[in-house]
């Protein structure tokens, strides 16, 4: 459990959140001295907003389930599916993700404007990962990797000629390896991650439009952008 508003006398005053490691955007151990953009950012809306947040890093499964029955304020962070709007109440975007498909700089081969534009090429993407099974549905005979650390090494290697991941996830780990500049990067789509409250959340109350005019505030004074800086 990670505490990190001091926490008010009155327990009850305290808000859980839960969140799972996946950097950059929340890291359970800071990476020199950073962790993770929607991490910073909701602590400074915690800060604008007088909340006591205790932020707890639980398995994804785990997360759904304490956001559906309301054991939890909410999930830090998560993708919009109509699904969850069920029992979630999404916040304005707090960030966003970018998928797309990584080759070696300078690659010679298909530019790739599509992910069926792999089909018959080797491709990679990670075990377990939704990149990886999208590649399977198509037909694309997928190499799997055991993470993304190794499928950059596997890319870099030329194990395979594509790989498809995540760019704000792949990059900073890509940064971390001391590969940047080594890689080209085929933006197929870009989607935004949300802030999702706990409809069944009992404190709920106004919290939401607070955090949502709070998350604005925090984009026009310029903090928004200075915390992802660091991250890049």
């Known amino acids: ?13 305290t808000h859980i959140v839960a969140t799972e490691e996946y950097p950059p955007y929340e890291m359970k151990k800071p990476v020199n001295g950073l962790r993770g953009f929607d991490y910073e950012v909701l602590i400074e ?23 559906k ?14 699904e969850r709007e069920i029992f ?7 960030s966003e993700f970018t998928n797309g498909l990584y080759t070696i700089a300078g690659f010679e081969g298909i530019k790739p ?37 190794n499928a950059i090494d596997m890319l ?27 890689f080209d990067f085929y933006t197929l789509e870009t989607k935004n991650f949300y802030f999702c409250f706990s409809k ?10 607070r955090f949502n005019q709070s998350l604005k505030q925090l984009k026009e004074s310029g903090r928004y952008d200075a915390i992802h800086a660091k991250y890049r």
């Not at 029955?69 to 109509?82: F, P, R």
């Not at 979630?88 to 707090?94: E, K, Q, V």
């Open 69 to 82: 029955s309301g054991k939890v304020l909410g999930i830090l962070t998560c993708a919009h599916t109509s």
């Open 156 to 182: 870099f290697s030329q194990r395979f000629e594509y790989l498809s991941l995540a760019k704000q996830a792949t990059d900073f780990i890509i940064k971390q390896k001391g590969k940047s500049g080594y």
């Open 200 to 209: 069944r959340y009992p404190k709920l109350g106004n919290l939401v439009e």
């Open 1 to 13: 459990i990670f505490c990190l508003i001091g926490l008010s006398a009155n327990a009850s005053d």
């Open 113 to 149: 404007q599509k992910i069926e534009d792999v089909i018959g090429q080797k491709v990679g993407s990670v075990d377990g990962y939704e990149s990886l099974l999208i590649l399977q549905k198509i037909g694309a005979n997928p190499i799997a990797a055991p993470s993304t650390s």
């Open 88 to 94: 979630i109440t999404y916040s304005d975007p707090i």
């Open 45 to 67: 809306i915690s800060k604008d907003l007088n909340l006591d947040l205790d932020i707890q890093f639980l398995p994804w499964k785990r997360a759904i389930q304490y956001t």
